[in-house]
C-alpha cells in the first residue's frame, strides 16, 4: 500500500515537471528578444550634455558712475559789455561756428572809429615827411650845380690872376664862395638823412596805428560769441539784459560724440585695471543694451580718505542718445586670460589605476542616436559657486557630460536628455 502512494506521488511530481517545460516552450522567441532588448535599454544611463565654453571663475569688479560729455566747455565773455541777445537755450543742439550770443558793440565800435581817424592823420604825416625828402634831395642837386660853378669860377680866375689880368683879392672872394658852396652841399645832403628819418619814423607810427586798430576790431568781434564746439546746450548761466564782465559765464556746453564715466575705483583692484582695457558698462535708463566702454585714464592721485582712484571711461556716442548725468554700472573684467569653466556636477573621481586620484569628466562623441563617452582626466583650478575651472584636459567646443543618472564608465553607450545642448 505504501509502495503504491509512493508510485503515485512519484508520477504526479513528473507531470507537474513535464507541464511546466511545455509551458515555457509556448512563449515565441520573438517576444524573448524584445524582453532582451526592453532590458538592456533600461540599464543605459541617461546623461545631461553641455559644451565647454571660456568664461571668468571669478565675478567682475562691478562700480558705480554718472554719465559726462567727454568735453564741457564754458563760454565766456572777454569784453565787458551787456548781454543784448542769446539764440539758444538749455538742451539745444549747437554747430561749431554758431552765432549764440550778442553783447552790446556801441563803445567798441566807437574806439574802432577813432583809431581809424588816427591811422588817417598817420598817414597824412607820413605824405608830408615824404614830400619834406623830396625838397631836401632838390636842394642837394641845387648845391651840386652851385659848386660845381664855384669851381669853375675859381680855376678860370686863377688862371687870370697868374697872366696878371686881375687881382689876387678876386680870386680869394671865388674861392670863398666855392668853400661856401660845398659847405651848403653837405648840409642840403645831411638834411635828406634827416628828412627820410622823419619818414621812418612816420611810417613806424602808422604800422603800430594798424595794430591797435586790429585789436580794436578783435576786441569788437568778441561781442559776438560763437560755439567753439558741436554739441548741446548743458546750462544759461545769465540772461539777457545783463551786464557781462570780462571773463563772466554766459553759456555752458557738452560735446557728446563720446560719453565717459568717473568711477571711484579701490586701490586694491588696480592691479586689475589698465589704461585701453575694455570694459562693460550698462546704463539703467536703457536696461536692455550692453555697451562696451575703454579706459581712457587712470588718476595718478588717490582720495586721501576714502583711498579710492578715479578712473575714467569712454564710450562711443554716435547716436547721442546717451545724455548727461545717468546712472552707469561699470564692470572690470578680471586680469588673466579665461579658461573652460564646468559645473562640479560634471566632475568624477577616477577609479584608474595610476591617476593618483585625479578628477575626471566624459567626453561624449557620436551623434544622439548612437553616443559614447569617454573618460578625460582634467587638471582644475579654482571653485566658485559649484563652478570650477579646468586648466587642462578639456577644450573649448567639446561636449562633456555635466550630469548623470548613473556612474559611467569609459566608452560606455548612453541616452541624451531633452536638456543636452
Do not use: W
Not at 515555457?24 to 526592453?38: F, R
Not at 540599464?43 to 568735453?71: E, L, M
Not at 660853378?149 to 670863398?176: F, N, W
Not at 592691479?271 to 536703457?286: E, K, T
Amino acid at each position: 500500500m505504501v509502495i503504491r502512494k509512493h508510485i503515485n506521488a512519484t508520477f504526479i511530481l513528473a507531470s507537474i515537471l513535464m507541464l511546466g517545460s511545455v509551458g515555457c516552450k509556448i512563449v515565441p522567441d520573438t517576444e524573448a528578444k524584445e524582453q532582451e532588448t526592453v532590458n538592456f535599454e533600461e540599464i543605459i544611463p541617461s546623461v545631461d550634455v553641455a559644451i565647454a565654453r571660456t568664461d571668468s571663475i571669478r565675478d567682475p569688479i562691478k562700480y558705480i558712475g554718472t554719465t559726462q560729455p567727454v568735453q564741457t566747455v564754458a563760454l565766456r565773455s572777454q569784453v565787458e559789455g551787456q548781454l543784448l541777445q542769446l539764440t539758444v537755450d538749455v538742451g539745444d543742439r549747437v554747430t561749431k561756428g554758431q552765432l549764440l550770443a550778442q553783447l552790446d558793440d556801441n563803445l567798441l565800435q566807437a574806439e574802432v572809429g577813432k583809431a581809424q581817424a588816427e591811422l588817417a592823420a598817420l598817414n597824412s604825416e607820413v605824405i608830408r615827411a615824404q614830400g619834406e625828402v623830396q625838397s631836401a634831395l632838390a636842394a642837394v642837386e641845387s648845391a651840386k650845380v652851385r659848386l660845381e660853378q664855384a669851381k669853375t669860377d675859381v680855376d678860370r680866375l686863377q688862371e687870370l690872376y697868374e697872366e696878371g689880368g686881375i687881382a689876387l683879392r678876386e680870386v680869394e672872394l671865388a674861392r670863398t664862395e666855392y668853400r661856401t658852396a660845398r659847405h651848403t652841399l653837405v648840409s642840403a645832403q645831411s638834411e635828406v638823412n634827416v628828412r627820410q628819418s622823419a619818414v621812418k619814423v612816420a611810417q613806424g607810427r602808422v604800422i603800430a596805428q594798424q595794430a591797435l586798430i586790429q585789436q580794436e576790431q578783435e576786441r569788437l568781434s568778441y561781442t559776438r560769441l560763437h560755439s567753439p564746439i558741436t554739441g548741446y546746450v548743458l546750462q544759461r548761466v545769465i540772461e539777457t539784459g545783463n551786464l557781462v564782465q570780462p571773463g563772466g559765464e554766459i553759456l555752458r556746453l557738452g560735446d557728446f560724440n563720446q560719453v565717459k564715466v568717473v568711477v571711484p575705483v579701490s586701490e586694491l583692484d588696480l592691479a586689475d585695471i589698465r589704461v585701453g582695457q575694455s570694459v562693460r558698462v550698462r546704463l539703467d535708463a536703457f536696461p536692455g543694451d550692453s555697451l562696451v566702454g575703454r579706459v581712457n585714464n587712470i588718476s595718478p592721485a588717490a582720495d586721501p580718505t576714502s583711498r579710492q582712484v578715479p578712473i575714467e571711461i569712454i564710450l562711443a556716442n554716435p547716436e547721442q542718445k546717451i545724455s548727461s548725468g545717468l546712472l552707469a554700472r561699470v564692470s572690470f573684467a578680471q586680469s588673466g586670460g579665461q579658461s573652460v569653466v564646468i559645473p562640479e556636477t560634471a566632475l568624477q573621481a577616477s577609479e584608474n589605476q595610476g591617476t593618483g586620484g585625479q578628477e575626471t569628466v566624459f567626453v561624449v562623441t557620436g551623434d544622439k542616436e548612437n553616443a559614447t563617452v569617454t573618460e578625460r582626466i582634467v587638471r582644475l583650478g579654482e571653485r566658485v559657486n559649484g563652478q570650477v575651472e579646468v586648466l587642462g584636459g578639456l577644450r573649448p567646443g567639446e561636449r562633456y557630460v555635466s550630469r548623470s543618472s548613473d556612474a559611467l564608465e569609459d566608452n560606455q553607450s548612453v541616452k541624451l536628455s531633452v536638456l543636452s545642448e
